[in-house]
């Protein structure tokens, strides 16, 4: 086939996996050829991948959004929130930002060390420590981002992943369906309280965006929650959306949420994810393309933002060789910008 017909060669891998969700041939394996492919036909002209996706349209270059301190399903300790994230939001070039994001990242291995917590990282390279609460980790990070000489709600912001669908089938399972249980606390929220719990943080803390704030399928609870927070803070649909241009659209019919997570092996395609992200940014959603907890040193994703214009990144902390070769790449293209 052409491998200059991405859309047709997509297509064509769907068709040989002949199910809705890619369970024959499994999404990672259609994505691997869907990315050989479009990486075959800028070798073959002689062009960066970011140049071959973006075409004429030039490049801005992402704002890296750093998981930093993990907890939830993801960290084997006491925190229930999953990712607690900085976003240098300086209006600097993307290596000052990454400086800035590394002297936080190693602040708050100081402070965490001074008391007496442990530095070990979890899967996407952000630290895992018993804290007395979720809340603590705000503290921290904000104490790491002073001590950094950084000023929060100025260079810095604050970003948190919910993952608010473990809390809700927690809560299943204890026969409280419809409400949200904090089960490394024994807390448990409505609706209502969990909204409550949001509007509250964001005013205390600097906090720009929550991602997956409530269940995925929790649509009255998204409906709630963007009509009161939507004009305040970027509301990020990850379970929610799943990159997948259906979901995404039952979203804009119910305005909820204004911010989409981009990970291209959640749909399983080139195609798709393009496509995905032409709707969001057509209906105005901020887009953040993402890496998964699993990872491959595969670059591919910075090439993606970078060529589409992708408003921020979700790539890990500063940490662990399969987060650091994505922020490098982006290093790359950034220097290849200012020639």
Not at 236 to 252: M, S
Request: net charge negative; glycine share 8%; aromatic share 8%.
């Amino acid at each position: 086939m052409n491998v200059y017909d991405q859309r047709k060669i997509d297509k064509r891998l769907i068709e040989l996996d002949g199910t809705i969700n890619k369970s024959r041939l499994g999404a990672n394996a259609i994505l691997g050829v869907s990315i050989a492919t479009l990486k075959a036909a800028a070798k073959s002209l002689d062009m960066e991948v970011y140049r071959y996706i973006g075409g004429i349209n030039g490049c801005k270059m992402p704002t890296p959004m750093l998981n930093i301190l993990n907890g939830g399903k993801h960290a084997d300790n006491n925190i229930n929130i999953q990712e607690f994230m900085i976003v240098p939001n300086k209006n600097v070039k993307l290596k000052e930002k990454m400086e800035i994001a590394f002297d936080i990242y190693n602040e708050l291995k100081k402070v965490l060390k001074k008391a007496g917590k442990s530095v070990g990282v979890g899967d996407e390279g952000g630290f895992a420590p018993d804290l007395e609460g979720d809340e603590d980790a705000l503290k921290l990070i904000l104490e790491a981002i002073g001590k950094s000489g950084h000023r929060a709600g100025e260079d810095v912001f604050l970003a948190l992943d919910i993952a608010a669908n473990e809390m809700y089938e927690e809560a299943k399972k204890i026969k409280e369906g419809g409400k949200y249980y904090f089960w490394k606390t024994g807390e448990l929220k409505t609706i209502d309280e969990m909204i409550e719990y949001y509007k509250d943080i964001s005013r205390r803390y600097p906090i720009i965006s929550i991602e997956d704030c409530l269940a995925e399928d929790d649509f009255e609870g998204w409906e709630k929650v963007s009509n009161e927070l939507g004009d305040k803070i970027k509301l990020v649909g990850d379970d929610l959306f799943v990159t997948n241009k259906e979901r995404l659209l039952l979203g804009i019919e119910k305005n909820i949420a204004n911010s989409i997570l981009i990970k291209p092996n959640q749909i399983g395609t080139v195609t798709e994810t393009l496509d995905t992200i032409k709707l969001a940014k057509e209906y105005g959603y901020e887009t953040i393309v993402s890496h998964r907890s699993g990872e491959t040193e595969d670059s591919f994703i910075s090439d993606l933002a970078c060529g589409l214009n992708i408003e921020k990144v979700k790539f890990g902390a500063p940490c662990r060789t399969d987060r650091v070769c994505k922020y490098n790449r982006l290093l790359e293209i950034e220097n290849d910008l200012l020639k």
